[in-house]
């Protein structure tokens, strides 16, 4: 049995490793559209054609549940293609509704109607087409009543952590909290948006406060993923090894995801 986890780049390794922290023998085919990353400043068709095309190659690897571990694929592509193209025996799942679970206090998979929940104020920072799409806002909504929501679209950030640019994404990182605590001066939580972000989560939180409860997706995921491998045990598919793929070089792309995940991580071409 075989999951796949997608993302544009690098990011979703973060969401990889907590899955592989809490479901060791689980295989997982992970793949990397590394030669059309970044996704968050394209248009909305360009992102659905392309996480299509991905998720399309991870079928061929014996895959039947796919997680788009990129906020902004699932902000901007997963539900057209829940909608219209995901086959009938194959699932394809965001990572926005289990953080929200967290964030508005619900058990994995309660559809009950919307209520008042603790967090009034919260800080989205999340890349420019996730901030775009408001897909964060619309499932939040189907959830809570009365929370105010505050987006930062965090421009650059993601190439920088691609690059290896520390010093760059942490600047930016600083200037993107900035400015959107000029316009939510007091945030109770902050959630990180994109899942390259919770490799600077230390700066996000030194620049928010101690006091704001920030939210990252990884942990998240990994849990409410296990939560539905057991209720849909068919959906774990018939792959049987662990890969990582990438439409880019995979000797960079290999070098960049050691030294991102911190341990070795050979990539081949998809
Ligand atoms: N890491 C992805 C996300 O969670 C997207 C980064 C990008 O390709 O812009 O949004």
């Not at 008042?116 to 939040?140: C, G």
């Not at 316009?183 to 939180?205: E, K, N, S, W």
């Not at 920030?214 to 209720?231: F, I, T």
Request: charged fraction near 25%; hydrophobic fraction near 45%.
């Amino acid at each position: 049995m075989a999951i796949g986890i997608f993302d544009s780049g690098l990011g979703g390794l973060t969401v990889y490793g907590a899955v592989a922290d809490y479901l060791p023998d689980l295989p997982v085919v992970y793949f990397a559209d590394s030669a059309h990353t970044p996704y968050g400043v394209r248009d909305a068709d360009d992102i659905y054609r392309l996480t299509c095309a991905s998720v399309e190659r991870m079928w061929e690897e014996g895959v039947d549940l796919a997680v788009l571990a990129c906020n902004t694929a699932s902000a901007a592509a997963l539900r057209r293609m829940q909608e219209n193209w995901v086959p009938r025996d194959k699932r394809v799942l965001g990572v926005f509704v289990p953080l929200i679970e967290a964030l508005t206090e619900r058990n994995w998979g309660d559809n009950s109607p919307p209520r008042e929940v603790t967090v009034k104020h919260v800080a989205l920072f999340a890349t420019p087409a996730t901030v775009a799409s408001r897909a964060f806002q619309r499932e939040l909504a189907f959830r809570a009543i009365g929370v105010d929501v505050e987006a930062q679209p965090c421009g650059g950030v993601v190439d920088a952590i691609e690059d290896g640019d520390e010093m760059l994404a942490e600047a930016l990182v600083r200037s993107h909290v900035e400015a959107l605590k000029r316009r939510m001066p007091h945030p109770q939580a902050a959630i990180l948006g994109c899942t390259h972000y919770p490799l600077m989560q230390d700066v996000f939180q030194e620049a928010l406060g101690a006091d704001v409860d920030v939210y990252s997706q990884a942990s998240l995921v990994a849990e409410s993923l296990s939560d539905y491998l057991k209720r849909h045990p068919d959906k774990a598919g018939a792959g049987t090894e662990t890969k990582f793929l990438t439409t880019g070089d995979p000797r960079t792309v290999t070098n960049k995801a050691t030294q991102f995940l911190r341990r070795k991580i050979e990539f081949q071409a998809a």
